[in-house]
T-cell receptor, first 113, second 112 residues
Framework: KAGVTQTPRYLIKTRGQQVTLSCSPI?????VSWYQQTPGQGLQFLFE???????NKGNFPGRFSGRQFSNSRSEMNVSTLELGDSALYLC???FGPGGNEQYFGPGTRLTVT | GENVEQHPSTLSVQEGDSAVIKCTYS??????FPWYKQELGKRPQLIID?????GEKKDQRIAVTLNKTAKHFSLHITETQPEDSAVYFC???????????FGSGTKLNVKP
């Protein structure tokens, strides 16, 4: 099976812009979670989608949003970018919700200037 | 919510020695505890996990132990090799509540 894929791999944006990141889960996986990874804060949970519904949300401002499509692919959007949004954004997929093994994608490196 | 603390933040061992990384969690309802290895520039990879109905699990040189009463779990790597050098993350999750709380990571350096 193909692994989790994310596009784009690298992105450079300026403050105030918005960005959309994409994640394609492993075939058959219906749950997609998003994480922000920074050197100082480690892996921070953003949100999780299962069957096109957001089931869980982390402690991030409303500028961070996401959605999931019927084929389980997910997108994450960040509006009004700030310098502090520079990070590696990882998505992870699992078969279903609740205590299932999560498999990570390679991440999207976002740099905000 | 859950709070996961991980220690140490850095660990340096000689090749062939053992390495132990410890995590504590706060939510007694957490019942799934995975460990991830992240090599530099790569994605986190699941290396071993344990559920709350089991006290210990082994996979070759890697083992995880869980103490539900004390709410802590540990990763044990025996006969370490240079390729074990990476950042290791623990996590705690409550079943049917797929919100992963990760520890802050341990950078393991295995010296040849």
């Amino acid at each position: 099976k193909a692994g989790v894929t994310q596009t784009p791999r690298y992105l450079i944006k300026t403050r105030g812009q918005q960005v959309t990141l994409s994640c394609s889960p492993i075939s058959g996986h219906r749950s997609v979670s998003w994480y922000q990874q920074t050197p100082g804060q480690g892996l921070q949970f953003l949100f999780e989608y299962f069957s096109e519904t957001q089931r869980n949300k982390g402690n991030f401002p409303g500028r961070f949003s996401g959605r999931q499509f019927s084929n389980s692919r997910s997108e994450m959007n960040v509006s009004t970018l700030e310098l502090g949004d520079s990070a590696l954004y990882l998505c992870a997929s699992s078969f279903g919700p609740g205590g299932n093994e999560q498999y990570f994608g390679p991440g999207t490196r976002l740099t905000v200037t | 919510g859950e709070n996961v603390e991980q220690h140490p933040s850095t660990l340096s061992v000689q090749e062939g020695d053992s390495a132990v990384i410890k995590c504590t969690y706060s939510d007694s309802a957490s019942n799934y505890f995975p460990w991830y290895k992240q090599e530099l520039g790569k994605r986190p990879q699941l290396i071993i996990d344990i559920r709350s109905n089991v006290g210990e699990k082994k996979d070759q040189r890697i083992a995880v132990t869980l103490n539900k009463t004390a709410k802590h779990f540990s990763l044990h790597i025996t006969e370490t090799q240079p390729e074990d050098s990476a950042v290791y993350f623990c996590a705690a999750i409550r079943d049917n509540f797929n919100k992963f709380y990760f520890g802050s990571g341990t950078k393991l350096n295995v010296k040849p």
